[in-house]
């Protein structure tokens, strides 16, 4: 990087072999003429260079120079990469994290659907176990209420109601 004022010359420079030393390059004259920021690439020692010139003020407000930062184009282009091959690396562990927790979740639910089914299916069976005797003629037949509140009392109605049909025919 360095600094410029307006005439041209070098203040400061990164390489101090180069400072206060007049630069009349096409890069450097492009650089004077900018108002404000502005992103430039440039050739410098053969190499593809980003430049980032931003315009220095006086405390009068007037333009006293330019202060000009430049990165090589190899150096932003490879670590960018590398960057971007990070960003990669980590997208496919967040990934792989969130496969992983879907498919444990997937099997959870499926164990607690399993274990659950069976608290639904067991009075369920009780009851038409109990309705298919009764089909058959054996009309006094009763089932032991059992799972939650709601079977039970159903069970508790099939024995009221085997109780009262038996009494009807016997």
């Known amino acids: 990087g360095m600094v410029v004022d307006k005439s041209g010359m070098v203040v400061v420079h990164s390489d101090p072999s180069k400072a206060y030393q007049k630069d009349e390059s096409p890069e450097a004259l492009n650089a004077l003429a900018v108002e404000g920021v502005r992103r430039q ?4 020692d053969g190499k593809s260079v980003m430049e980032v010139v931003a315009v220095i003020k006086a405390a009068d407000e007037k333009k ?3 202060l000009r930062l430049g990165m090589s184009r190899e150096a932003l282009d490879s670590a960018i990469e590398i960057r971007r091959s990070e960003m990669s690396q980590k997208l496919d562990s967040e990934i792989r994290l969130a496969l992983m927790t879907a498919i444990v979740l997937a099997l959870l639910a499926s164990l607690l659907g399993y274990l659950f089914s069976g608290r639904l ?3 369920l069976n009780k009851l038409m176990s109990g309705v298919e005797k009764v089909r058959q003629g054996e009309l006094d037949t009763h089932i032991e209420p059992g799972g939650t509140y709601e079977f039970r009392t159903l069970g508790q109605a099939f024995n009221a109601m085997t109780d009262a049909v038996s009494k009807c025919f016997a």
């Not at 690439?41 to 410098?44: E, G, K, P, S, T």
């Open 41 to 44: 690439d440039i050739q410098a």
């Open 121 to 123: 299916t067991g009075p």
């Open 64 to 66: 006293w120079g330019v």
